[in-house]
């Protein structure tokens, strides 16, 4: 049912009346969206105030007191994990390094570069040097390791486009001790031989391949079966024989029968994994692992125990071995004829 309309209220202010509701709730909506509008100005612009403060702050921090502008410093690592001996003795660990590197494309000056960058580092090669920073590459390597006092000099030296980047470099505290069995690793902390490149093969790479991060303290260190004072036994054993009977090179292990546990381990010549670039000369290959022999007079005992037992000889049989042997073009005679 419709309510009656009031007579004394004519059409016209009717309409006045709707049009005065729909002005004032239109302005209430322009009200509420301007409000809107304003927040959201205030927000993107305290975002771009913190943004152009730390441009400012990154900006002042690139300079030193006395005005010269600081080389770019980035942090690189890439750890790896300590490797231990069966009595927990460090066989392998990492130390902090630092490396410098050189952005060509920044340099202001490459000639002067060159120059006062030879002056702390004296065993590079100016011309190469030169060559390396005439090049359009972003990243070229100036020098790998080197001294704290000398990353200090060359900080201070001011040279836009020269940096430093924080490494990880890898030692072995026993030297050549074990070198066969650690291996080593090159100069970007890769293992190149022995346990470190089974490491690396066996989890690293993956870790590393998948970005995901790496501490020294995140990775558990590698326990071999080794045992460093019976390692430095055999191998002193080994030299002694080496240096009797001249010979050009020798190999022993030392084995738990029970286990089959490697104890000790030792091919000469050896290297010092400290020096990376050794591990790779053919001449110190691991004859234990990758040589191959004859078994020679070795092989003997193998042969008496299967004729013994098929029954064929017994611990009292005897031979005449003083005729040669004939095998194809080879004659093969006793050694110890009588």
């Known amino acids: 049912m419709q309510a009656p309309r009031d007579p004394q209220q004519s059409p016209d202010s009717e309409a006045a009346g709707v049009r005065s509701l729909a002005r004032r709730l239109l302005r209430m909506h322009l009200d509420k969206s301007a409000a809107r509008i304003l927040l959201v100005g205030i927000a993107f612009g305290i975002v771009y105030v913190v943004i152009a403060l730390r441009l400012v702050a990154i900006g002042f921090s690139g300079e030193e007191k006395g005005g010269l502008h600081r080389s770019s410093e980035v942090v690189a690592s890439n750890p790896r994990p300590d490797i231990l001996d069966r009595n927990g003795e460090v066989l392998a660990t990492d130390l902090q390094a630092v490396s410098v590197f050189a952005e060509p494309n920044k340099l202001v000056d490459k000639d002067e570069a060159v120059e006062l960058i030879t002056s702390v580092l004296p065993d590079l090669d100016a011309r190469a040097l030169r060559e390396k920073f005439s090049k359009r590459k972003g990243f070229v390597w100036v020098k790998r390791d080197i001294t704290q006092s000398q ?186 004829a009588m």
């Open 151 to 336: 990353r200090d000099e060359i900080y201070h030296l001011g040279l836009p486009g020269v940096g430093f980047l924080d490494e990880k470099r890898r030692i072995y505290p026993n030297g050549v001790a074990a070198a066969h069995i650690l291996g080593a690793v090159n100069t970007d902390n890769i293992g190149i031989a022995g346990i470190e490149k089974y490491i690396d093969a066996h989890g690293l790479d993956a870790l590393r391949d998948a970005g995901l991060p790496m501490t020294a303290e995140s990775l558990k260190p590698v326990q071999l079966s080794l045992d460093l004072h019976a390692q430095h036994a055999l191998r002193d054993e080994l030299q002694k024989g080496m240096e009797r009977y001249k010979a050009k090179a020798a190999g022993a292990a030392i084995m738990d029968v029970r286990t089959g546990e490697v104890i000790a381990m030792v091919s000469l010549p050896d290297f010092d994994p400290n020096k990376p670039a050794d591990a790779l000369d053919p001449n110190n290959i691991n004859r234990m692992t990758v040589g191959v022999f004859e078994m020679g007079s070795t092989y003997k005992a193998l042969t008496t125990a299967m004729a013994l037992d098929a029954g064929k000889i017994t611990l009292n049989s005897s031979f005449d071995t003083r005729s040669n042997l004939r095998y194809g073009k080879f004659t093969i005679h006793d050694y110890h």
